[in-house]
């Protein structure tokens, strides 16, 4: 039985009723230099499976000696993934982790109990102009998960699924989908990719998971008649057939979701947890800046500032 209040077990399905439950345009804000759309959460859906935090970043363009520069900051009770597909950013944690994030490469970094991290532009890439877009997700983990210890794994582009033909290409990023799987550790019933469609290409939803949907990174879609632009993320009753076909210029749509999670979550900063507790635990690690001894570290190479915590 799903938790979700957007699925109404009574409601009729199929022809009965509109093929999409919800569509969710971004709110946009301004980070100093570039945009960012924030599709999940929303106010009509707090995730769509685990997926509990969805941002695009950019399209940017920097002048010499501008970026991206996240100061080390915590996070607890979820996963993150960043996806490009232009630009790089220089990801170091407190795992010992200094690893560039680069286009169509995995980065999963797994916070568990807790993991800080910083995302930067610098060194020599930032001598000379450069551009940012991707997307920015975090999965939120099942309550058996929650404190596992952190951890991190990246996957070469060249190592994920890629499925081509009839018009599209599809890049499996994590968990299962098409009868493939992704190669990076997922903790619950999860799937995500990165779909490229010609002109007039369809594609289906995977049609193994319970809650299903997809973000128009570029171009146009069509679904069940209705016509989607860029920037707008639609989610898809579960059972229904699906399919999405991409208009006259052709599309670019990130396909998400998974098993619906074990219950709502708390969202505050960047922790997420099955309970308040949890939150304010967390909240006074961070405060009390026990970086030798505490719960939180800062990565090494990157440990003379952070990001402090919000007042309320």
């Known amino acids: ?18 093929a999409i439950e919800t569509v969710i345009v971004p709110r946009a804000r301004d980070l100093g230099g570039f945009e960012v759309r924030r599709a999940l959460p929303a106010p009509a859906r707090q995730m769509v499976g685990p997926f509990i935090f969805f941002d695009q970043m950019g399209p940017a363009e920097f002048l010499t000696g501008k970026g991206i520069d996240v100061r080390p900051h915590p996070h607890i009770g979820l996963a993150t993934v960043t996806y490009l597909y232009k630009g790089k950013i220089h990801h170091r944690d407190s795992l010992g982790t200094d ?5 169509g490469a995995v980065n999963w970094m797994v916070a568990g109990h ?3 991290h910083s995302e930067r532009a610098d060194g020599d890439y930032v001598k000379q ?23 991190f794994e990246h996957a070469p582009k060249d190592t994920l699924p890629l499925l081509e033909g009839e018009g599209k290409q599809v890049r499996l990023i994590l968990g299962d989908a098409y009868g493939e799987t992704a190669p990076v550790k997922v903790y619950s019933e999860t799937f995500y990719a990165d779909a490229l469609l010609e002109a007039g290409a369809s594609i289906p939803m995977p049609d193994n998971h319970e809650d299903r949907g997809l973000y128009v990174v570029s171009g146009a879609v069509n679904v069940a008649g209705q016509d989607f632009e860029a920037g707008q993320m639609l989610v898809f009753r579960p059972g229904d057939r699906i399919s999405a076909k ?3 210029e052709g599309a670019r749509i990130m396909l998400l979701g998974g098993a619906t999670m074990d219950g709502p979550r708390h969202i505050w900063w960047n922790f997420v947890a099955s309970s ?6 967390a909240k006074e690690a961070w405060r009390a800046g026990d970086w030798a001894h505490g719960r ?3 990565p090494p190479g990157d440990d003379a500032e952070f990001i402090p915590a919000p007042a309320k």
């Open 1 to 18: 039985m799903s938790w979700n209040p957007a699925l109404d077990p009574d409601c009729p399905t199929g022809d009965a009723v509109d």
């Open 246 to 248: 991409a208009g006259s």
């Open 129 to 151: 102009p450069h551009s940012l877009f991707g997307l920015q997700t975090w999965v939120a983990l099942p309550k058996k998960y929650e404190d596992e210890a952190a951890a």
């Open 276 to 281: 308040k507790d949890r939150i304010d635990a």
């Open 296 to 298: 939180f570290q800062l």
């Open 114 to 116: 807790g993991i800080t």
């Open 99 to 103: 690893q560039w994030i680069e286009p």
